[in-house]
């Protein structure tokens, strides 16, 4: 993860001047979806429950009705690989996943937000979720995001920043009154969206490092256990964005990108996990940890190949945080369970729908395209 920089401290909510609201306003718009809805089932707020169908309906009020898919990150493609662990990971986990050996996985890419047809831009949020299909029965799925912190600590701030971020039909950007009033009611907002805003985006999904954002533990075969965050960071060197233009205008443009760098071969990540030390907070996904933690480099993940989703394996998975194999449990991260029973929610709403096409298209001659 990205180390805080010396300026951060600056960016308190008394520092920000008014057209300050207005640029995090843009920030919060772009990460308005990242790690998924939030809500909990026995309810958050008082005197009127906060439930993960609240959270649900509020998505759907922002993006509108988009029938089939998820409520967030409702563009995106599959890929199917496989992830070789190095048995570096034993020393802290007993799970099957970080034995010497290779797993096969699949997951997806997409995009935070509830619009499937949405343009890809170079600063909304990309995510990457991982099912790893363990050798002893077991299923560990992981969904991580391109940011280095998650802009909010509970599922109030969430549902608030969804509303916040809403664009102005006039505009088509977040109101600033309605952004400086959210700020102001979530304090650390302000302190992680400048985090954020401060980590320059990269070119493509292929070049992308995507992070846990929220803290788990990690359980060894002694019952020694150690608080962890993860990140898949990209083998490639990033790159900077190309700039959209009359040239280069297509809608799908990080999507088929993917496709053409697949197609030349495979892509991978290594899975590095940030060791956590007495004191680093585990539930609160806003704050990062100091930069001199140790990151213990535990295996290496392979991107074959990549498929729409109409084709793909990754469509009618939940790619629910909590599912987690033995030697790997959640923290006192009250987004975890939050985030479950939400994306429970999403999931339910969508197989009771219509199947939709993929947002995303392959060419239909694309090498690699299917595993």
Known sequence: MPAQTPDSARYGLGALRQTSWLNLGIVVAAVAGTAGAFAYAGGWI???????????????QV???????????????????????NGEGERLSKAAVFRAERTPVFGRFALAGGQPYQADMAATVRSMA?????????????GMNNIPVFPVRDAAGFYDQLAASKPDPATGKPDPARMSAFLAAHTEAGRALALIKAQAP??????????????????????????????????EPPQAPQPASAGNADPNRLFDALETRVERGPVRWHLLVTVGQPGDPTADATVPWPANRERLDVGILTVKSVQDEAEGDCRDVNFDP??????????????????????????????????????????ANAGGARP
């Open 46 to 60: 008082a005197p009127q429950r906060l439930s993960q169908g609240r959270i649900i309906d509020r998505f759907e």
């Open 63 to 85: 993006n509108g009705q988009h029938p089939g898919f998820r409520r967030n990150h409702a563009k995106g493609l599959c890929f199917a690989g496989w992830f070789d662990g």
């Open 202 to 235: 990269t070119a493509g999904f292929a070049d992308a490092s995507y992070n846990s954002l929220n803290a788990f533990r990690f359980v060894a075969a002694s019952g020694a256990s150690t608080p962890v965050r993860w990140s898949m960071v990209a083998d």
């Open 322 to 363: 909590l599912l987690l194999p033995d030697g790997i449990q959640p923290s006192d991260d009250p987004l975890l369970s939050v985030r479950s029973a939400a994306y429970s929610e999403s999931f339910t709403r969508r197989a009771g729908e219509p199947k939709s096409p993929s947002a995303i298209q392959l060419s």
């Open 130 to 142: 991982v099912n790893f299909a363990l050798a002893d029965g077991e299923i560990w799925r992981t």
